[in-house]
C-alpha cells in the first residue's frame, strides 16, 4: 500500500507553480490510505482536496475543511482536477508546456 502522505507531497511538488497556494494538510489526519491537501487556485478559490487510491475530489470549500454532505467526484489526476477547477491553472500548464517545447527545439538545433 502507498504512503498517501509520501503521494500528496509528490503531487504538491507536481503543480506548485501552476496555483498561488497548495501544501499537505497539517492538522487533517494522513494515514496509509488518505491524504488531505489544500490548494488555492490562481481565481483565488480555496479547496481541501482528499487523495486516495480512487484519485483526487474536492471535500471542501476551505483550507482543512471537510464536508462528509459534498458529493463530487474523483479524479484520477491532479491535472484532471485542477483543469476542471481553475482555468488560470490551464493556462499555466499550458505556457509550461510550451516553455519546455520550446527549450528542446532550441536544444535540438545547437
Not at 36 to 49: D, P
Not at 55 to 64: E, H, I, P, R, T
Not at 69 to 82: A, D, G
Request: aromatic share 10%; glycine share 4%.
Amino acid at each position: 500500500m502507498k504512503d498517501m502522505r509520501l503521494e500528496a507531497e509528490a503531487v504538491v511538488n507536481d503543480v506548485l507553480f501552476a496555483v498561488n497556494n497548495m501544501f499537505v494538510s497539517k492538522s487533517l489526519r494522513c494515514a496509509d490510505d488518505v491524504a488531505y491537501i489544500n490548494v488555492e487556485t490562481k481565481e483565488r478559490n480555496r479547496y481541501c482536496l482528499e487523495l486516495t487510491e480512487a484519485g483526487l475530489k474536492v471535500v471542501g470549500y476551505a483550507f482543512d475543511q471537510v464536508d462528509d454532505h459534498l458529493q463530487t467526484p474523483y479524479h484520477e489526476t491532479v491535472y484532471s482536477l485542477l483543469d476542471t477547477l481553475s482555468p488560470a491553472y490551464r493556462e499555466a500548464f499550458g505556457n509550461a508546456l510550451l516553455q519546455r517545447l520550446e527549450a528542446l527545439k532550441r536544444d535540438g538545433q545547437s
